[in-house]
């Protein structure tokens, strides 16, 4: 066989292994992001939240590592710092509670979702009450508070546009764009209360 044959087949094999690998790696990755699906379904609903937005939240948060840690010492799917988790723990009247327990994937959905309904109802005047929790989420009620002013308060465009965390608004944007990629798993009974599709407006770069 001649050196040319060779290095064809060599490619063609090459070419053959990569695209295997891609599939296998594609199967991997989804499968991965669907293991939660049950608890997420189950905690979003105990919650009155769209199943996706919380999958989402999962998926920014942690990308479905049960065990992830953050640098605040944020722990578990939803990345629950101690006081939120501890709230959680206390409203439902658990007694030795310790932040490790959240490290379970059940558990965590259950007091990241308990966290992130109660931040939406703080909201309820707001076009899309989601956009503001999801902020508050990520930087915090006092800086929410203060990208709220004038149309800012109840217009979730307005609030963006003042918005001068730029990592907070890429926050939103990747969690909203991978809402509506979830949101289909579902099924039409999740999509009433899902956030609306929203074009966000990327932050002025002269903040």
Same mark, same amino acid.
């Given at each position: 066989?001649?050196?040319?044959?060779?290095?064809?087949?060599?490619?063609?094999?090459?070419?053959?292994?990569?695209?295997?690998?891609?599939?296998?790696?594609?199967?991997?990755?989804?499968?991965?992001?669907?293991?939660?699906?049950?608890?997420?379904?189950?905690?979003?609903?105990?919650?009155?939240?769209?199943?996706?937005?919380?999958?989402?939240?999962?998926?920014?948060?942690?990308?479905?590592?049960?065990?992830?840690?953050?640098?605040?010492?944020?722990?578990?799917?939803?990345?629950?710092?101690?006081? &939120?988790?501890? %709230?959680?723990?206390?409203?439902? @009247?658990?007694?030795?509670?310790?932040?490790?327990?959240?490290?379970? /994937? $059940? =558990?965590?959905?259950?007091?990241?979702?308990?966290?992130?309904?109660?931040?939406?109802?703080?909201?309820?005047?707001?076009?899309?009450?989601?956009?503001?929790?999801?902020?508050?989420?990520?930087?915090?009620?006092?800086?929410?508070?203060?990208?709220?002013?004038?149309?800012?308060?109840?217009?979730?465009?307005?609030?963006?546009?003042?918005?001068?965390?730029?990592?907070?608004?890429?926050?939103?944007? &990747?969690?909203? %764009?991978?809402?509506?990629?979830? @949101?289909?798993?579902?099924?039409?009974?999740?999509?009433?209360?899902? /956030? $609306? =599709?929203?074009?966000?407006?990327?932050?002025?770069?002269?903040?």
């Amino acid at each position: 066989m001649s050196r040319r044959w060779q290095l064809f087949i060599f490619i063609v094999f090459l070419v053959l292994g990569g695209a295997s690998l891609a599939v296998f790696l594609s199967r991997s990755q989804e499968r991965l992001e669907n293991r939660y699906d049950r608890i997420i379904r189950t905690a979003a609903s105990q919650h009155q939240l769209p199943p996706s937005l919380v999958k989402a939240v999962v998926w920014r948060e942690s990308r479905f590592i049960a065990s992830a840690r953050g640098r605040a010492g944020e722990i578990g799917l939803m990345q629950l710092t101690e006081v &939120a988790a501890q %709230e959680w723990a206390d409203a439902r @009247r658990f007694g030795n509670f310790t932040h490790e327990q959240v490290l379970d /994937p $059940a =558990t965590n959905t259950q007091a990241g979702c308990y966290y992130l309904a109660k931040l939406v109802r703080r909201y309820p005047h707001t076009d899309n009450p989601y956009v503001f929790a999801l902020a508050d989420y990520n930087a915090g009620r006092s800086n929410v508070l203060r990208w709220m002013k004038d149309t800012g308060a109840t217009n979730s465009s307005a609030f963006l546009a003042r918005m001068d965390f730029p990592g907070t608004h890429e926050y939103i944007s &990747a969690i909203l %764009e991978r809402e509506l990629r979830y @949101r289909p798993e579902f099924g039409r009974a999740y999509v009433t209360g899902a /956030p $609306a =599709t929203q074009r966000i407006p990327r932050p002025s770069m002269s903040k």
